[in-house]
């Protein structure tokens, strides 16, 4: 085993730009999904819609502000 991190990592942390860009991306588009929430009748389609992007938003702005953390300390 090697001691320094994987090469999965060290790809990962090469392509730190891009990883800013989708957390910018993701995390602007959450904060106009979110407040859609609590206009919405919970009932619509159209709720239903903007919980899974959402959710889907909150989890890319989650993990590519991870990678970004991550390669900040390591690298």
Do not use: H, W
């Amino acid at each position: 085993m090697t001691d320094g991190p994987s090469m999965f990592m060290v790809e990962i942390c090469d392509r730190r730009m891009q990883f800013f860009y989708i957390f910018a991306f993701s995390l602007f588009f959450l904060l106009l999904t979110v407040p859609y929430l609590f206009i919405l009748d919970p009932t619509s389609a159209v709720y239903v819609v903007s919980a899974l992007n959402a959710f889907g938003l909150g989890t890319f702005a989650l993990l590519s502000g991870v990678a970004i953390l991550y390669c900040k300390r390591n690298f």
